[in-house]
């Protein structure tokens, strides 16, 4: 059996509808768990909204609508976004779903049954946009026009004196455990500069931490306790063992979250803290195994500036995928932003980069080589000699889509894996310039289609490699070139056949498509690139 991969992106919240952001976490992810099940793992995907919390509670009561009504509706949106940015997800959770409390409720009296929680009264700094506490240290204090003082969190949100009852959980027990897995597993929180915050957030000292509150209902009630509702990041990260059916330990629970098991966590570097402090915490407290890899991806900006509503720079996922094609959204992000630290994008931005590597260089190679083999061998597949030059391209091409692309991608260095594929397709390019087999089917026809062949085996690995990334217009390439839905793997990668069996089926290819039409600007877009 399959070794089991369990990858996750955070639950979004939906008071809004979808944002690039959303999408690029989707995004990247995706081409992580497509690349996995290429590699013959048992992949399960998930991801959700979060949907609790006062931040939701606000949302809904400014629209003048119930809270449930709201997450539904916004929700929706989530799950279409996914559906059309081909998200190959295998669940989705949402917070408000039954057995997501039932989950939340039972990872609560884990902890309880550790004496880890205790009921006291908090009074401190809150942040209702981040959900999130702040100790008087980590806040900034501005001056506003009028000569007023207000305090804001790390993150430049407004924060407010809370007090209230609430039910502890006991953190600070956990300060050396905590530790003692970042200095033992440093894979366990990636890249290296989040790591290194966070030890040194933790080496500072951990204060237990208030995790109820009573000054709103919209959330999981705490058990015994109906007066107090979950603070809302017990109950987000726990959605991660809802989708595996907890608090049942068989089924989808026992194969995918085991011990030292294959668990991938992909979220923004905004919420490290949550899930390589805090989630660690409440899982050694409640007797369950950790995730093996928490990746806090870095921001994506708008021509460099970061999005907000205020500045009215937020952009629309779907918008952008209309207009360029989902495959060129997906490519874009996953190549020009190196994963883990802030990217920028633009419409100049997308259209340059995908132009270059998909019309230019990679679809401009398939359509001109299939063109040929179409026209100048009535599309037949037919073994040829291999020259040395043949030889030393088919190697070059093996290592970039056999070696490096798969090295890169289990390291999650999307571009890193680009990089090498790209390199692959330049070779190709290189090839077909010095070779001129349009010229060759007066002077040598033979050589022309061993010629031909040798692209056309190139174009089969160079598809399959690329196809976590742009699934669609990988398989219209496959489909085209005969190669069956079992060998779109980097196990055929790595045995290529492909050919002989072609010939042997007597595999005709039909006239070609293009796959990867030129972009052009939309009217109105300048003319600077991000």
């Not at 063992?241 to 907890?246: A, D, I, N, S, V």
């Not at 205020?310 to 060129?328: C, H, I, K, R, Y």
């Not at 990668?493 to 052009?520: C, D, H, N, Y």
Request: charged content about 25%; hydrophobic content about 40%; proline content about 5%.
């Amino acid at each position: 059996m399959s070794e089991p991969y369990y990858i996750t992106t955070a639950i979004s919240y939906p008071n809004g509808p979808p944002h690039i952001g959303h999408a690029y976490e989707a995004i990247t992810t995706d081409a992580i768990a497509r690349f996995q099940r290429m590699m013959g793992r048992n992949v399960r995907f998930q991801t959700g909204t979060d949907e609790h919390g006062l931040k939701m509670a606000q949302a809904a009561a400014e629209k003048g609508v119930e809270p449930q009504k709201l997450a539904a509706q916004m929700s929706e949106k989530f799950v279409d976004m996914c559906a059309k940015l081909n998200i190959s997800n295998d669940h989705f959770q949402r917070t408000t779903d039954t057995a997501h409390h039932v989950a939340s409720q039972a990872i609560w009296k884990a902890m309880e049954a550790n004496n880890d929680l205790y009921l006291d009264k908090y009074e401190g700094w809150y942040s209702v946009r981040d959900e999130a506490y702040y100790d008087e240290s980590e806040l900034v204090e501005v001056e506003g026009e009028g000569g007023e003082k207000s305090k804001l969190s790390p993150q430049g949100t407004p924060v407010e004196w809370t007090v209230e009852e609430s039910w502890f959980f006991r953190l600070s027990k956990y300060q050396e455990p905590l530790l003692e897995l970042y200095r033992e597993k440093p894979e366990f929180l990636e890249p290296e500069s989040r790591r290194n915050e966070m030890i040194k957030f933790v080496e500072g000292g951990l204060r237990d931490l208030s995790i109820s509150r009573t000054s709103f209902d919209w959330g999981v009630k705490v058990p015994g306790s109906d007066n107090h509702v979950m603070y809302v990041w017990i109950d987000a990260l726990t959605n991660y063992l809802t989708g595996l059916g907890y608090p049942d330990k068989d089924g989808n629970f026992a194969t995918y979250w085991r011990q030292d098991g294959d668990i991938v966590h992909i979220i923004g570097k905004d919420i490290v803290r949550f899930h390589s402090v805090y989630w660690p915490a409440f899982l050694m407290s409640a007797g369950l195994p950790l995730p093996r890899h928490v990746f806090g991806h870095g921001f994506l900006l708008n021509r460099g500036e970061k999005m907000s509503k205020s500045v009215g720079n937020v952009v629309d996922p779907l918008a952008l995928a209309e207009t360029f094609g989902v495959d060129q959204l997906r490519y874009f992000l996953c190549a020009d932003v190196v994963f883990g630290k802030d990217g920028s994008f633009s419409a100049e931005a997308i259209v340059t980069r995908t132009n270059a590597d998909l019309a230019n260089s990679f679809g401009n190679l398939v359509q001109r080589t299939l063109s040929m083999i179409h026209k100048n061998m009535d599309g037949k597949i037919a073994p040829t000699e291999t020259s040395d030059d043949d030889a030393a391209l088919l190697a070059t091409v093996s290592v970039a889509t056999d070696t490096e692309f798969p090295r890169e991608l289990k390291k999650l260095n999307l571009s890193g894996a680009i990089e090498a594929w790209m390199r692959a397709v330049f070779a190709c390019n290189q090839y077909v310039d010095e070779q001129a087999p349009w010229a060759l089917k007066k002077t040598d026809p033979e050589r022309m289609e061993a010629v031909l062949m040798t692209l056309f085996g190139a174009i089969i690995q160079l598809s399959i490699a690329i196809r976590p990334v742009v699934p669609e217009a990988a398989d219209r390439i496959l489909d085209q070139l005969g190669i069956a839905q079992d060998h779109r793997n980097f196990a055929a990668i790595a045995e290529p056949e492909w050919i002989a069996e072609l010939a042997q089926s007597g595999f005709v290819m039909e006239k070609p498509t293009p796959i990867f039409p030129r972009l052009e600007l939309p009217s109105g877009e300048g003319e600077e690139a991000a």
